[in-house]
């Protein structure tokens, strides 16, 4: 069964920077891509970030592009991502999501997602 | 820039057939995925690649893309799939969902 945990949600003021972590299990997390979708209170989805299997590709949101950015480490089967110069319009549930496709070069579809970790800037 | 609009909410009976519409700019020529969530809950994917269903994802849920418009119907709509639905699609090197539209099961 395809795992997905994220963590390192928290409160955070305004200028400040955190690094959200999702460990996985459950598929050989090298041959899939993943991403970040974020969900602000009460609002829609918004994809934030996509990275290939070998971390080769990388995409980001209008929004975030020069602010965060993604990563994975493979032998521990982690998705980060690197959150900078955080305001609060990046309040918001932050999901990790699993790439369906085998090889994936860029974003398709997300299956499944994991549990969400919230991101609170505020002063 | 390129945009998915859905109705924000619509309401059906059960057992009835309901569908949501996503439209965009040659929304057709792309492909739409659908997700459900449910209060509290993740998203979960119930249509990707405009018409395929997830193993698990039961058969009254189904999809179609062309022209303009992705749609997602339900047949036989039970109390259990009142949720938002979201439509996803990618273009020009960026992901791009729906607003999402509220499903009301009267």
């Known amino acids: 069964e395809v795992q997905l945990l994220e963590s390192g949600g928290g409160l955070v003021q305004p200028g400040g920077s955190l690094k959200l972590s999702c460990a996985t299990s459950g598929f050989t997390f090298s041959d899939y891509a993943m991403s970040w979708v974020r969900q602000a209170p009460g609002k829609g989805l918004e994809w934030v970030s996509f990275?290939?299997?070998?971390?080769?590709?990388?995409y980001y949101g209008v929004s975030v592009q020069g602010r965060f950015i993604i990563s994975r480490d493979n032998s521990k089967n982690t998705l980060f991502l690197q959150m900078n110069s955080l305001t609060a319009e990046d309040t918001a549930v932050y999901f990790c999501a699993k790439e369906p496709i085998v090889g994936a070069t860029r974003p398709n579809w997300f299956d499944p997602w994991g549990q969400g970790t919230q991101v609170t800037v505020s002063s | 820039s390129y945009e998915l609009t859905q109705p924000p909410s619509v309401s059906v009976s059960p057992g009835q057939t309901v569908s949501i519409t996503c439209s965009g700019d040659?929304?057709?020529?792309?492909?739409a995925s659908w997700y459900q969530q449910k209060p509290g809950q993740s998203p979960a994917m119930v249509i990707y690649?405009?018409?395929q269903r997830p193993s698990g994802i039961p058969e009254r849920f189904s999809g179609s893309n062309s022209g303009n418009t992705a749609t997602l119907t339900i047949s036989g709509t039970q109390a259990v799939d009142e949720a938002v639905y979201y439509c996803?699609?990618?273009?020009?090197?960026?992901?791009?969902f729906g607003g999402g539209t509220k499903l009301t099961v009267l």
């Open positions: 690649k405009d018409d």
């Open positions: 996803q699609a990618w273009d020009s090197s960026t992901v791009l």
């Open positions: 040659r929304l057709g020529q792309i492909y």
């Open positions: 990275i290939n299997g070998r971390g080769e590709y990388t």
